[in-house]
């Protein structure tokens, strides 16, 4: 039985998973099962995925923890035909996550300031710092962005010209004690300004 392919640890704001491309065979269907170790135990285990007909596997609750370093191995089984394993890099959730974009619940506009409320893309945890990175422009044809920075989910774009068009678009910034990781941009959004 040929090995799955495209083995790979996808990871998006620390929701994991492990993500592998189906083995097509004439007849029968092929099922998977996942095992993962840790760098701390260096024993394989089974993972909520025994057996399973899906070409994905979540983490489970218990592998959650963001610095420990997982290894992971998955097989395709037909009957009692087995392929080998194929096993991953290790994973480091805080290093190896994609952080997406925070989520703009808001914007208030006044004369010369955008007043904008956002939610962080993810749950911190206890030692995180969380920066907005904050480009904001005037919609004009030649624009120069500027940047301002902020550790506040509240925050305003503020000095800005009255009845005209700005835009912004902001990235999170997450540092720990160990590292620094910085997220996706978010999708750019249009505000007018109001008059004095």
Same mark, same amino acid.
């Given at each position: ?56 596997? !979540?983490?489970?609750? $218990? ?6 370093? %997982? ?5 395709? +089984?037909? *009957?009692? &035909? ?23 619940? !808001?914007?208030?506009? $006044? ?6 409320? %956002? ?5 911190? +945890?206890? *030692?995180? &710092? ?42 999170? +910034? ?23």
């Amino acid at each position: 039985l040929p090995a799955p392919k495209d083995v790979v640890v996808y990871s998006y704001n620390f929701h994991s998973s492990l993500r592998w491309s189906p083995i097509k065979v004439d007849r029968g269907v092929v099922l998977y099962t996942v095992h993962f170790k840790t760098g701390a135990f260096q024993k394989w285990d089974e993972m909520n995925c025994t057996r399973i007909a899906q070409t994905e596997c !979540s983490f489970p609750m $218990s592998l959650k923890v963001r610095r420990w370093t %997982v290894v992971l191995r998955v097989r395709a +089984e037909l *009957g009692q &035909v087995t392929s080998n394993w194929v096993e991953t890099d290790p994973f480091v959730a805080e290093r190896n996550t994609t952080i997406g974009p925070p989520k703009v619940n !808001s914007v208030n506009v $006044s004369s010369n300031s955008l007043l904008v409320s %956002v939610t962080p893309p993810f749950a911190s +945890e206890a *030692g995180d &710092v969380l920066e907005y990175h904050v480009s904001y422009w005037e919609n004009a044809t030649s624009t120069t962005k500027k940047e301002t920075t902020t550790s506040n989910t509240l925050f305003k774009i503020e000095n800005l010209k009255e009845l005209t068009l700005y835009c912004f678009s902001i990235r999170v +910034e997450l540092t720990t004690i160990h590292l620094q990781l910085l997220g996706l941009q978010s999708v750019q959004e249009c505000h007018r300004t109001t008059v004095s």
